[in-house]
C-alpha cells in the first residue's frame, strides 16, 4: 500500500469513528440500501428481512470480516417489543487484493437476510414498524468512505402473503451448512483445516475466508489437498498477535458460481499431504511430464552451474578415463549414473521424510547441519590429498581408479555436493516435489539426477563424443595434480562454512580435525610408497578420529558468526518485517541466500553487492530484506514453500501496489537497476 493510500486509510477510520458517533450523518451515496420484508407472518413466526445494498461500479462493500483493510457492515435495531432480529447471514464473499492487502468484499449488488421473530401477542392485520440504523464501509480501490442509512419497512402480522421471488436468489448466494464436523490442527505457523467433502465434488477457485480476525493471514497462499473424502486446506498463520480459538468458523466457497458451505472446526487431527489440486480459472502447476522435463534439464544445467564447479575434478577424470575402452567406458558411464540418481532419490526420500514428519526443511537441508559440513571437510581434504598423490585409495575403484565402483562412489558426491543449488528449470519442479504425493515426488529428484548426469551417460555410449577426447597418457597425472586446487578450494570454503554455521569454536576444532586428517593420509601414504600394508592402520586412524569427532563436535558448536558487512542496507526477514514493509508503500526487495550456495554468493557480488545498485535503491527507497537461509529457519523454509521453491537462491521484488515478481535464479545489476526505474 502507497503512502498515499496508507493516509486516506488513517483518515476514512477517523471518518468512521466520527459517523459512528454523530447523528447528524449524510446519506449513502455511493451504496444505497434498502430494508424489505420477504412476506407478512403470523405472530410469533420468523420471517426473513433482507438489506439489499447496490454499490456503483467501481465501488464496494465488506463481508462481516473484511480482511486486511475494510469495516464490516454495523447494525443498531430499532423493533417492536417482544420482536427479536436473528444473526445476519452474508452470502459468500469475492476476495480483492490491493497492494498486497486481501479484502473479503462485494462488488456487485448483494443481500444481507436477517431473520426475525415476531412479537407472539400481537392482533393479526397489525402493520409492525423496522428500523435499523447501518453503518458500513464503501471504497473504490483509492479511498474509502463512512456511510449510514436509516432504513425502514413494516410488516403485516397475519397469513403469509405471497413471497417475494428475490429472496429465493438471495438466499442461493447464502453458504450452505455442513452436518460433518471439520477440524483444525496448529502446526508453527501452519493452520490446517480437514473439512469433510466427498471427492466427487467439484471446487473451482476455492477459497477459505475466516469469521474470525487475526487467525490467518488473508493475502498467504492457501493450499487444496484431497485424501479421499477429506478436504485439507493448509493456510498461514497471522503473525504478530495471532491467537488461536476454541472454534474456527468461517466459509469455504466452492466455487465462482455455486457458493460455498460454512465451516465450524474444532481443534482435532488433521493429516498433511495428500493429493495436491488446482483450479480452472487460477494458473495451474505445470504437468508431471513438463515437471519432469524441467528437474533433467535443471540437474543437466548444474553442471555448467558455478556451485558445482568444486566438483568438476571428479568428473574431469572420469571423462578422461572414459576413452580408454567402450566397454569401460559404458561400465562407468552407468555407474556414475546410478551413483547420482541414487544419491538425489536417497536425499529426496529424507527431505519428504522429515516434511511428514513436521520438520520445516527444503532442498539442500544437509548443508545446514554442522556435522554434515564437517565430514564433508574431512572427505574433501582426504580427496584433495588423494589428487596432490600423498596417499592412494586401498579400496580398490574410487575417485581415482578406473572401475565402475569407483564412478559410482564420484557419482553419490557429485550429487551431494551439486543439490545445494537451483539451477534454471529446476525450481518449479523441486518446489512442485514437496507438494506432490510420494511416487511423482520421488521421480522428479530421480529425474534431476538423471540430469546431472546425462553428460557422463552420452559420452559413454556415444563412440563420436569420446573420440573428441584426449588420448590417455601422462598429461592425466599432471591434469590430476592441477584438480586438486579446486577440490582445495572446496575444503577451505567448507572449513569457513564451519565458522558461519557452528562458530569459532566448532571452525578451530574442525580444522584440527583436518591436519590430523592430513597427518594420517600423509603417513598411510609413506607406507604404501614403501610397500607395507596400510589397512588396519588406516581402519584404526578412522576410528579415532570418527570417535574424537562424535564425541568433541557436538560440545563445540555454538552461534554462528555474525554475517559480514553488506554494501546494500538491509533489514533480516521475518514475517513481521515482511508486513511492516508492505505497510510503508514503498518497493521491497527480498533476497534469500546461504553461505553453502555459491550461486547466491556470486549474484550478491555481481548484482546485489554494487554501490550503483544501492545508490539506486536509495533514490528509490526501497526496503531491502535478506534471509539467511545457511542456517535451518522455519519462516524462511514456510516463506521458501509458499513461493513454489524448494531452496536458495530466492529473489521477490514487491513492487507499490502490484503484484509480487519472481525474480530470476542468476541475477544482474542491469536488472535490479531496471526494476527502480519503473
Not at 496508507?6 to 447523528?23: H, K, S, Y
Not at 525450481?427 to 538423471?450: K, N, R, S, T
Request: aromatic share 8%; proline share 8%; glycine share 8%.
Amino acid at each position: 500500500m502507497c503512502c498515499y493510500r496508507l493516509l486516506v486509510a488513517v483518515l476514512w477510520q477517523c471518518l468512521v469513528i466520527v459517523a459512528l458517533t454523530n447523528p447528524a450523518r449524510a446519506e449513502p451515496t455511493h451504496i444505497a440500501a434498502e430494508l424489505m420484508s420477504e412476506s407478512a407472518a403470523p405472530a410469533g413466526e420468523s420471517v426473513t428481512l433482507a438489506i439489499h445494498m447496490r454499490p456503483e461500479p467501481g465501488w464496494h462493500g465488506y463481508w462481516l470480516n473484511p480482511g486486511d483493510a475494510g469495516l464490516g457492515m454495523a447494525l443498531e435495531w430499532s423493533l417492536p417489543e417482544g420482536a427479536k432480529a436473528g444473526e445476519p447471514l452474508y452470502p459468500v464473499p469475492h476476495t480483492l487484493l490491493i497492494s498486497g492487502l486481501m479484502n473479503h468484499v462485494y462488488e456487485s449488488d448483494f443481500a444481507v437476510l436477517v431473520p426475525l421473530t415476531l412479537p407472539t401477542e400481537t392482533q393479526a392485520g397489525t402493520r409492525l414498524p423496522i428500523a435499523v440504523d447501518a453503518q458500513w464501509l464503501a471504497c473504490t480501490d483509492e479511498i474509502c468512505v463512512p456511510e449510514q442509512a436509516r432504513l425502514q419497512t413494516t410488516i403485516t402480522v397475519g397469513p403469509r402473503s405471497a413471497l417475494d421471488p428475490r429472496f429465493d436468489e438471495w438466499r442461493s448466494k447464502l453458504p450452505a451448512p455442513i452436518d460433518s464436523k471439520a477440524h483444525f490442527a496448529i502446526d508453527g505457523s501452519t493452520l490446517r483445516l480437514g473439512i469433510p467433502l466427498p471427492a466427487s465434488m467439484d471446487l473451482h477457485n476455492p477459497h477459505f475466508f475466516a469469521s474470525q480476525d487475526r487467525v490467518v493471514a488473508y493475502a498467504a497462499r492457501q493450499v487444496f489437498s484431497r485424501k479421499g473424502d477429506l478436504l485439507i486446506v493448509e493456510l498461514q498463520r497471522a503473525g504478530g498477535t495471532a491467537r488461536v480459538p476454541e472454534e474456527i468458523d468461517g466459509v469455504l466457497r466452492l466455487n465462482d458460481a455455486d457458493g460455498g458451505i460454512v465451516i465450524r472446526a474444532m481443534e482435532g487431527t488433521v493429516p498433511a499431504g495428500g493429493e495436491p489440486l488446482s483450479f480452472a480459472g487460477a494458473p495451474s502447476p505445470p504437468s508431471l511430464p513438463l515437471l519432469l522435463l524441467g528437474a533433467l534439464v535443471g540437474g543437466l544445467l548444474l553442471n555448467i552451474m558455478p556451485c558445482v564447479f568444486p566438483i568438476l575434478s571428479l568428473k574431469a577424470l572420469s571423462l578422461a578415463r572414459a576413452g580408454e575402452s567402450e566397454a569401460q567406458a559404458r561400465a562407468e558411464g552407468l555407474a556414475y549414473s546410478s551413483g547420482v540418481v541414487l544419491a538425489c532419490t536417497g536425499l529426496g526420500v529424507l527431505l519428504l521424510a522429515l516434511r511428514a514428519a513436521g520438520e520445516e526443511v527444503g532442498w539442500a537441508f544437509q548443508l545446514q547441519e554442522p556435522g554434515v559440513v564437517a565430514a564433508l571437510l574431512l572427505l574433501a581434504t582426504a580427496i584433495t590429498a588423494n589428487f596432490m598423490g600423498l596417499f592412494e585409495f586401498a579400496v580398490p575403484g574410487f575417485a581415482s581408479e578406473g572401475s565402475p565402483q569407483g564412478a559410482f562412489a564420484t557419482g553419490l558426491l557429485a550429487a551431494f555436493v551439486a543439490t545445494p543449488c537451483t539451477g534454471p528449470f529446476m525450481a518449479a519442479a523441486m518446489g512442485a516435489a514437496l507438494l506432490l504425493p510420494i511416487l511423482p515426488a520421488l521421480a522428479l529428484f530421480a529425474a534431476l539426477g538423471l540430469g546431472i548426469a546425462l553428460p557422463f551417460l552420452a559420452i559413454a555410449f556415444l563412440p563420436s563424443l569420446r573420440k573428441r577426447l584426449p588420448r590417455p597418457g601422462a598429461w592425466m597425472q599432471r591434469f590430476r595434480l592441477w584438480m586438486a586446487l579446486p577440490m582445495g578450494l572446496t575444503a577451505l570454503a567448507l572449513l569457513w562454512l564451519t565458522s558461519r554455521l557452528g562458530g569459532t569454536g566448532f571452525a578451530i576444532l574442525c580444522g584440527l580435525l583436518t591436519i590430523a586428517l592430513i597427518a594420517l593420509l600423509v603417513w598411510v601414504g609413506r607406507r604404501q610408497r614403501a610397500g607395507r600394508p596400510v589397512a588396519r592402520q588406516v581402519v584404526l586412524g578412522a576410528v579415532a578420529l570418527g570417535l574424537t569427532a562424535a564425541i568433541l563436535v557436538p560440545r563445540s558448536i555454538s552461534s554462528p558468526a555474525a554475517s559480514g558487512e553488506s554494501i546494500l542496507p538491509y533489514t533480516p526477514f521475518s514475517e513481521a518485517a515482511l508486513a511492516e514493509a508492505h505497510k510503508s508503500g514503498k518497493p521491497v526487495f527480498a533476497w534469500f541466500t546461504a553461505d553453502w550456495c555459491i550461486t547466491c554468493k556470486v549474484n550478491e557480488q555481481v548484482a546485489i553487492e554494487r554501490v550503483e545498485v544501492r545508490d539506486a535503491f536509495a533514490r528509490a527507497g526501497v526496503i531491502a530484506l535478506r534471509g539467511d537461509w545457511t542456517r535451518r529457519d522455519p519462516a524462511i523454509t514456510r516463506y521458501l514453500t509458499a513461493q513454489g521453491a524448494a531452496g536458495v537462491p530466492l529473489y521477490i521484488w514487491y513492487p507499490p501496489g502490484g503484484a509480487p515478481q519472481q525474480l530470476p535464479q542468476v541475477l544482474t545489476a542491469d536488472t535490479l537497476l531496471e526494476l527502480t526505474r519503473r
